[in-house]
């Protein structure tokens, strides 16, 4: 699995190099209360013809709600659930591909990706992949997509992840777990209703929301950052700061969480993340942990590196009775130890981001096993 | 002149309405100390032909500057300068429209504006009058515009507008001075580089970052607001504060500012100005005070409306030893006052979004000459 090339063009923007990215916006957002009710009329235009249809990938856990009922389906439109419990994977991308080749005889006219992180990965890659041929592992990397996206938008129903404004899809491949980065693959619409969050899980809108957190702290903190990301994630923090430490009351919690996630996912644009990331990378390459909770597995041992974000990691986590599974390393054998180690010591720039460029003194494979230990 | 119309689509969001406006942002932006010089790679896959210039609209006060010499001009491109001491106008824009016309065989391949808000304004015009009939004066309004503008990109010089992210651009017609609002006004493109910001004269510096300062003070106090642009609104206060009251040094100053007028930008799609634009906007008509100065001469009076905003704009007033014109208004004929007052409270939806429905009962033409004349 090659997890080094994952982050290594998030290359710090200051300091020697002259060259900052040219980063896309996703150009057309509307947030509000309620808004899913416009989602009919702001696809409207976008239908090519009646025999092109919207494909709508919905997070499974909404299959016996009401939200189906309100998806503005016409023609021959499809709904299509999907189960958010494993990460989204290439090969998933390509059967969903070719279910939507077999079954229209036009191209869509959209994809539009209701739920997580996950879903939202996958309907980005869809839509990539329907006007791209070959396998979504072929595209895994930076800028090999030759040829547009369909349209498609993302609605998301749990808030942290930022993969509403970001310009990859992380997938699993045959060989790598790396996204699809590429100026295609960024949403041409966002819709933004806090409402969508109102039945999440508190275990998991805490996980989510951490990943919003950590990687504020580690991005704030790191060499990588300049004044624009900067402005991003400091008020992402803030936010998280309110939602998870503050007195709002439900409403104004989801509102501020949905934009903590927008305005971190617009920090990433010039920032990197740091250890607690590299570590959670080996948890989930050898463990299967899945990002959110790998993220805070790590992150509640990093006090050395983040004192006051950890100090505050610890305090969220009490004041919402959140119990992180524990002892989940102490049954590896010696290799899966090694590798996870190797996993992640092989993300360099996000060490470096975090330590600086003499990082490879500051951290051992010892220091890393003693972490790895105590979770 | 219909001032009315001007701010009449930006109506409260929340309450009684359940609609959002979907929101156009500049779907690509690059920031960085010295991006200006990645402006060729940015613009060459956007050139349709070497027959299909760029023109550079630029303000007037680079023409001796090193800028031009920067500017990627190729083939038959054209630089055009442009003085910025009057606000812009629809029949400068149909005048430079005609004058690209006739000089060149094709339309251009993109219009790139490199100043303040009057040439980013000027550019988005142009760049839609080029694929549009008629007079910029007929487009004036919201959503008039048919067709999408030619490839546009915005290069601020001067912080504080919001000019660079705005769906608008303010233009004084033959009858009116209204914006064209559309969804095509948007830049294509905006370049964010603090350093061309360096040689702004102190009192403009000022003037212009006030104007993002107050958009703040008086969205964030208004009824319109929701949670999206408060929390960009909130950001650019806050970086307003470092800006003008803290111990930044120039370059992180440049830099904050730069984002502090994109944040604020960003926080129009759901909020709405008070009290100072309304009472601006008359200084502007009768007197013709430009923008900026004109927010910072109301303001400075309005400590009843908003007591520690003003308290903080008189505070880095002194900080940075900014003498206001005085008594302008003393000079005023009877008629004239009363026009200013009627085209004040001519502008309804602000009022409303500073004092709510009622605002009728807090506010008179005699409250308003009052204030006026200590101006």
């Given at each position: 699995m090659d997890v080094k090339k994952n982050i290594a063009l998030n290359k710090p923007n200051t300091g020697t190099s002259n060259r900052f990215k040219n980063f896309p916006m996703v150009p057309r957002v509307v947030f509000g209360k309620g808004c899913f009710d416009q989602l009919g009329e702001i696809l409207l235009p976008k239908r090519k013809s009646s025999d092109a249809p919207i494909i709508y990938l919905i997070d499974q856990v909404f299959e016996n709600s009401s939200l189906p009922g309100r998806v503005p389906v016409l023609f021959n439109d499809k709904i299509i659930f999907i189960s958010a419990d494993e990460e989204p994977k290439t090969q998933q991308v390509d059967s969903l591909v070719q279910f939507i080749k077999d079954e229209f005889e036009e191209l869509p006219s959209g994809i539009v990706g209701i739920g997580g992180g996950t879903l939202l990965d996958l309907a980005k890659a869809v839509s990539i992949m329907l006007n791209n041929n070959g396998s979504a592992h072929n595209y895994q990397g930076w800028d090999l997509v030759g040829k547009p996206a369909i349209y498609h938008a993302g609605i998301p129903t749990i808030s942290g992840t930022g993969a509403e404004v970001s310009r990859t899809t992380v997938l699993l491949g045959p060989h790598k777990k790396l996204g699809i980065n590429s100026d295609f693959t960024t949403f041409d619409q966002v819709l933004l209703d806090p409402d969508l969050t109102k039945g999440v899980p508190t275990d998991?809108?805490?996980?989510?929301?951490?990943?919003?957190?950590?990687?504020?702290?580690?991005?704030?903190?790191?060499?990588?950052?300049?004044?624009?990301?900067?402005?991003?994630?400091?008020?992402?923090?803030?936010?998280?700061?309110?939602?998870?430490?503050?007195?709002?009351?439900?409403?104004?919690?989801?509102?501020?969480?949905?934009?903590?996630?927008?305005?971190?996912?617009?920090?990433?644009?010039?920032?990197?993340v740091g250890i607690a990331h590299a570590m959670s990378y080996g948890l989930s390459y050898v463990l299967g942990t899945k990002h959110g909770i790998g993220n805070c597995l790590v992150f509640q041992h990093l006090g050395a590196y983040y004192p006051e974000g950890v100090e505050l990691f610890m305090k969220m986590k009490r004041r919402h009775n959140i119990e992180l599974p524990k002892n989940i390393c102490s049954v590896l054998s010696e290799e899966e130890m090694n590798t996870m180690i190797s996993v992640s010591l092989g993300m360099e720039p996000l060490w470096e981001n975090a330590l600086g460029p003499s990082w490879r003194d500051q951290i051992s494979r010892e220091s890393l096993k003693e972490i790895y230990l105590k979770i």
């Amino acid at each position: 699995m090659d997890v080094k090339k994952n982050i290594a063009l998030n290359k710090p923007n200051t300091g020697t190099s002259n060259r900052f990215k040219n980063f896309p916006m996703v150009p057309r957002v509307v947030f509000g209360k309620g808004c899913f009710d416009q989602l009919g009329e702001i696809l409207l235009p976008k239908r090519k013809s009646s025999d092109a249809p919207i494909i709508y990938l919905i997070d499974q856990v909404f299959e016996n709600s009401s939200l189906p009922g309100r998806v503005p389906v016409l023609f021959n439109d499809k709904i299509i659930f999907i189960s958010a419990d494993e990460e989204p994977k290439t090969q998933q991308v390509d059967s969903l591909v070719q279910f939507i080749k077999d079954e229209f005889e036009e191209l869509p006219s959209g994809i539009v990706g209701i739920g997580g992180g996950t879903l939202l990965d996958l309907a980005k890659a869809v839509s990539i992949m329907l006007n791209n041929n070959g396998s979504a592992h072929n595209y895994q990397g930076w800028d090999l997509v030759g040829k547009p996206a369909i349209y498609h938008a993302g609605i998301p129903t749990i808030s942290g992840t930022g993969a509403e404004v970001s310009r990859t899809t992380v997938l699993l491949g045959p060989h790598k777990k790396l996204g699809i980065n590429s100026d295609f693959t960024t949403f041409d619409q966002v819709l933004l209703d806090p409402d969508l969050t109102k039945g999440v899980p508190t275990d998991q809108w805490f996980y989510t929301g951490m990943d919003c957190f950590i990687h504020c702290i580690e991005s704030l903190s790191g060499s990588y950052l300049n004044a624009f990301s900067q402005s991003y994630g400091e008020k992402a923090l803030e936010m998280c700061k309110e939602v998870f430490l503050g007195e709002l009351n439900p409403e104004e919690s989801r509102e501020k969480l949905m934009m903590a996630s927008w305005h971190g996912g617009m920090s990433i644009a010039y920032s990197q993340v740091g250890i607690a990331h590299a570590m959670s990378y080996g948890l989930s390459y050898v463990l299967g942990t899945k990002h959110g909770i790998g993220n805070c597995l790590v992150f509640q041992h990093l006090g050395a590196y983040y004192p006051e974000g950890v100090e505050l990691f610890m305090k969220m986590k009490r004041r919402h009775n959140i119990e992180l599974p524990k002892n989940i390393c102490s049954v590896l054998s010696e290799e899966e130890m090694n590798t996870m180690i190797s996993v992640s010591l092989g993300m360099e720039p996000l060490w470096e981001n975090a330590l600086g460029p003499s990082w490879r003194d500051q951290i051992s494979r010892e220091s890393l096993k003693e972490i790895y230990l105590k979770i």
